[in-house]
């Protein structure tokens, strides 16, 4: 299955381990280890993971208050966004609007 990231996913993604790696050196990659664990849990079983929208799914990242929102389409997951569980419920919403 091809993963694809929005580009705001990315951006989010990146101000995370950006973010951890300020913290403590050694977390932001502590982190990014465990989205891209997240994506592989993800890529296996696309169904798994509990259904957020008509269209989206929620995959929690372990260790971290982040999921990752996605949508799967024919072999392609699409991460929608790389999302903090305590703010701005729903933001991402407005970038399912756009074809996938």
Not at 21 to 26: K, M, Y
Request: aromatic residues 12%.
């Amino acid at each position: 299955m091809k993963v694809v990231f929005h580009p705001d996913a990315v951006a989010e993604f990146d101000s995370a381990v950006d973010y951890y790696e300020q913290c403590e050196p050694g977390l932001g990659l502590e982190f990014a280890e465990e989205v891209y664990a997240a994506v592989a849990r993800v890529t296996e079983y696309p169904n798994a993971c509990s259904a957020n929208t008509k269209r989206t799914r929620r995959c929690l990242v372990n260790r971290f208050p982040f999921g990752l929102i996605y949508a799967v389409s024919e072999d392609v997951l699409y991460i929608i966004a790389v999302a903090h569980l305590q703010r701005r419920p729903n933001y991402w919403k407005i970038r399912t609007k756009r074809k996938m």
